[in-house]
């Protein structure tokens, strides 16, 4: 949003428009902080690929060959729940129900019998199914003081900010370190300059979507990709409106030569993880 919010005037940052973003996060006994000033300094996109992608078991190992007690419960979760469907037909998982948890966790204690698996909890599965990341009130309480501290410091003037990302652990003694994050010139967030996407002119726009979801630098959920083609706007796939994506998706199954793309072609897609527009330069691999 921030980013959205910068001007420019002949390329050239207007720093009357920058509003400092002071951001700062926990997991268990480790923690970070961090300063970003839009468009100067390294923001949350030009350092995604620092973050842990999210924790999905193998299909194979949960359905036959589960060694943790966690196996047993997405087991539970994601093959057992659609098949019987214990509170009606189409009725999703609600990890805030206390009566669905305790159904995952009755069979799942079932089903980690079978395997000799030991260690599933109320807690544990409640956890699983919400994907609840551990807090420690003390990380905590760290994290939001340095928060606190670097807004009083750009409040005030009183001290030069954080330069410009912290990291704190306390697991094993009392740790932390700060370092400047680098801000990438090729970032889709802040440079304002379009990205690259290399793919065979055989390639399907399948293909282009799946990479803007799982790669590491943009991780978008539901992206919308439209393009110029002779002249005028065409929206190539778009998700998120019911009858925008039934006219759209047969394009999925086309290659982006189909599609009448060529060698250099701009690609403009929007998704809700992005609060403007990215633009890609779409280059042909031979």
């Known amino acids: 949003m921030l980013m959205s919010l910068l001007n420019y005037e002949d390329g050239v940052l207007d720093t009357s428009s920058i509003i400092p973003l002071i951001d700062g996060g926990t997991e268990g006994f480790k923690g970070n902080a961090r300063v970003i000033l839009p468009g100067m300094t390294a923001c949350i996109d030009c350092t995604l690929e620092l973050y842990p992608p999210q924790i999905n078991f193998p299909m194979c190992t949960i359905a036959t060959m589960p060694r943790l007690p966690e196996h047993c419960i997405e087991y539970v979760r994601i093959l057992q729940w659609p098949k019987e469907q214990p509170f009606g037909e189409g009725v999703e998982v609600d990890g805030d129900e206390p009566s669905h948890i305790q159904w995952i966790y009755e069979k799942s204690l079932e089903r980690a019998a079978q395997f000799s698996i030991v260690g599933i909890t109320y807690r544990l599965t409640q956890g699983v199914v919400k994907r609840i990341i551990p807090a420690v009130a003390s990380t905590n309480a760290v994290i939001a003081a340095v928060c606190a501290t670097e ?102 199954t086309k290659t982006l030569k189909e599609l009448g793309l060529v060698h250099g072609q701009e690609l403009a897609v929007s998704d809700v993880t992005t609060p403007q527009t990215l633009l890609f330069k779409l280059q042909f691999l031979s």
Request: with cysteine; hydrophobic share 35%.
């Open 151 to 252: 807004v009083f410091k750009i409040a005030s003037s009183a001290y030069i900010p954080l330069n410009n990302y912290l990291v704190f652990n306390d697991v094993d003694g009392l740790y932390t370190y700060t370092f400047e994050a680098e801000r990438k010139e090729n970032c889709p967030a802040c440079s304002q300059l379009p990205q690259d996407l290399q793919f065979p002119s055989s390639a399907k726009l399948q293909e282009v979507l799946d990479y803007l979801t799982n790669h590491a630098s943009f991780q978008m959920k539901s992206p919308a990709i439209t393009a110029t083609l002779d002249g005028k706007n065409r929206t190539l796939y778009l998700q998120t409106v019911t009858s925008i994506e039934e006219k759209t998706r047969p394009n999925l």
